[in-house]
């Protein structure tokens, strides 16, 4: 093999190296394309663009045709970690990305703070079901604060009830309370907070286990705490 050969089959090579990691850039619409590497700075994170997902790292893919890809490790933090990809669709609003997957949580949306041919920076945004979940909690959080508003010393004032509402049917749980608080205005709050998950769940299509709870017993005071005995 002549040198000149050897020169040619060197650059040819080269030449399709280049052309492998080249990264393609949408220029009618920049989100199209993978994103890696994310800086995480308070409420923004920002990514990088890359030509492909990376194996041991995580990363996101916008495909024009709606598709979605996450590359990552789940919730769980602790090495070795395992990567894998959730799948599923992207609508784009102006600056807001609405997306939809079948893994938790199945809808969220990030607000595009700057988008560049290079650069992707975004602010997870609250969805209006997300919106409405946050409030639910609010509710419930009031219940919880009327419930260990009382020290638990006899349990002769203890009383316990049902609260919130599965979508398959059923309540959530049960809760104890004193009858020293005013228990008008505590059961009204569970009968409003019900109402307002079964409104929700039918809303939002929530899914929820079947089961059948146990219904406590009794309400037995430990250490100032109202503990249900079932």
């Not at 024009?64 to 609003?93: D, Q």
């Not at 020290?151 to 316990?160: E, M």
């Not at 769940?201 to 005995?229: A, H, R």
Request: glycine share 6%.
């Amino acid at each position: 093999m002549t040198l000149k050969s050897i020169i040619l089959i060197v650059f040819l090579v080269s030449l399709s190296s280049c052309e492998e990691n080249e990264v393609l850039i949408d220029s009618d619409n920049l989100l199209i394309g993978t994103w890696f590497d994310p800086v995480y700075n308070g409420e923004t994170t920002t990514f990088k663009r890359g030509n492909s997902l990376p194996n041991d790292a995580y990363g996101i893919s916008f495909h024009k045709n709606g598709g979605f890809i996450e590359r990552t490790s789940g919730w769980c933090g602790t090495p070795p970690l395992s990567f894998f990809n959730i799948e599923g669709t992207f609508e784009l609003e102006n600056t807001l990305v609405n997306i939809s997957t079948e893994n938790y949580p199945a809808n969220y949306a990030w607000r595009i703070i700057t988008l560049t041919e290079h650069k992707l920076v975004v602010k997870r945004e609250l969805t209006a079901q997300e919106i409405e979940h946050r409030s639910l909690m609010d509710l419930f959080n009031e219940i919880q604060e009327l419930s260990s508003s009382v020290s638990c010393s006899d349990t002769a004032n203890w009383l316990f009830t049902a609260y919130g509402a599965k979508a398959c049917g059923g309540s959530q749980g049960y809760i104890a309370y004193s009858s020293e608080i005013d228990i008008n205005n505590f059961l009204n709050k569970i009968e409003i907070y019900t109402e307002a998950e079964k409104t929700f769940n039918v809303k939002w299509g929530i899914i929820s286990d079947c089961s059948i709870g146990s219904v406590p017993v009794s309400v037995e005071c430990e250490n100032g705490i109202p503990t249900l005995k079932y």
